[in-house]
């Protein structure tokens, strides 16, 4: 169920360059029903920050009611979070959206999980549950250069772990796609820009993949259509999905990207 929640600080940690990791204790971590869904918070009460600000659950524990996000700081909204410290209450709403199906990987089952910069963080808690089931999870993340990469150890200890930066400075020099021609897998689940889920759609149109937009969004409830993308069998152009609660994570082919 969606709430609205005042969550406490317990840490924030930057992590990488420019990267966050916030973990907060919250009752909205019971409501999670899947890895990739988001949660949307208020980072000020000042007029030109009231919109809230999407941010992936990165992994959570229901049993201690923390939940880690992990974000970049970009512009004022996150430039303000990256001040909360410990202790501090954050106004959260969510968990909001439809994230990643589990389901579609069989135990045995190999499944490739590809992100690219800030949309490494959902994958995260997905691979946790795919290995929790006896998915075998290869794990493709790439950076643009070797201080934006985070947890890498922390996707060793899940699987195997390929990292790729634009820059060649860490991992092997190119993008997420480079690596994936050369590996045989079943389901592929990604996020990430709107190229790289493009460039993965266009490399695999015979299997199974699971896209996560991250698309500009306001209200992140479904009511206000700041986040429509056209579906792709619409031939009017009249009809479209809403990414904040139709997705953010559709099956590919099901929307335009
Ligand atoms: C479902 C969803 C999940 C997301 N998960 C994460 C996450 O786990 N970690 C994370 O760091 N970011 C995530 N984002 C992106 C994050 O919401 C934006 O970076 C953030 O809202 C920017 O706020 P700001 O006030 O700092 O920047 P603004 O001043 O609003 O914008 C600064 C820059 O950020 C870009 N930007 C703004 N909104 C988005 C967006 N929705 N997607 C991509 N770029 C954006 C702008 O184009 C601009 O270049 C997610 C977005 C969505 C929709
Ligand atoms: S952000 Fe309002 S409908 Fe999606």
Redesign the pocket.
């Known amino acids: 169920m969606i709430k609205k929640s005042l969550s406490k600080m317990i840490s924030q940690t930057e992590i990488a360059a420019d990267i966050f990791e916030l973990i907060v204790e919250s009752e909205l971590a019971g409501e999670i029903t899947s890895p990739g869904q988001?949660v949307h918070i208020r980072?000020s009460n000042h007029w030109d920050?009231l919109l809230r600000?999407?941010?992936?659950i990165?992994s959570f524990d229901p049993l201690s009611k923390q939940m880690t996000?992990?974000?970049?700081?970009?512009?004022?909204?996150?430039?303000m979070l990256s001040e909360w410290r410990t202790g501090m209450e954050l106004d959260i709403l969510g968990p909001l959206?439809n994230g990643f199906p589990v389901g579609e990987a069989d135990p045995g089952q190999t499944a490739v999980l590809a992100g690219g910069g800030?949309g490494v963080?959902?994958l995260y808690e997905l691979s946790k549950q795919l290995t929790a089931k006896g998915v075998n999870v290869i794990h493709i993340l790439g950076f643009q250069t070797a201080a934006a990469v985070f947890y890498e150890q922390e996707f060793k200890k899940l699987g195997t772990t390929l990292i790729t930066t634009a820059d060649g400075t860490y991992g092997t020099k190119g993008f997420v796609t480079d690596v994936l021609k050369d590996i045989e897998f079943d389901c592929l689940y990604a996020c990430g820009p709107a190229a790289m889920l493009r460039a993965l759609e266009k490399s695999c149109p015979d299997k199974k993949v699971y896209l996560?937009?991250?698309?500009?969004?306001a209200c992140g409830i479904g009511a206000c259509l700041a986040?429509v993308c056209k579906t792709k069998d619409d031939r009017s152009g009249a009809a479209y999905k809403k990414?904040?609660s139709d997705g953010?994570v559709f099956r590919a082919g099901e929307v335009l990207i």
């Open positions: 988001f980072v920050l600000r999407p941010i992936s990165s996000l992990i974000y970049r700081r970009e512009g004022k909204g996150t430039q959206g800030i963080p959902p996560s937009l991250e698309e500009r969004m986040c990414v904040c953010p």
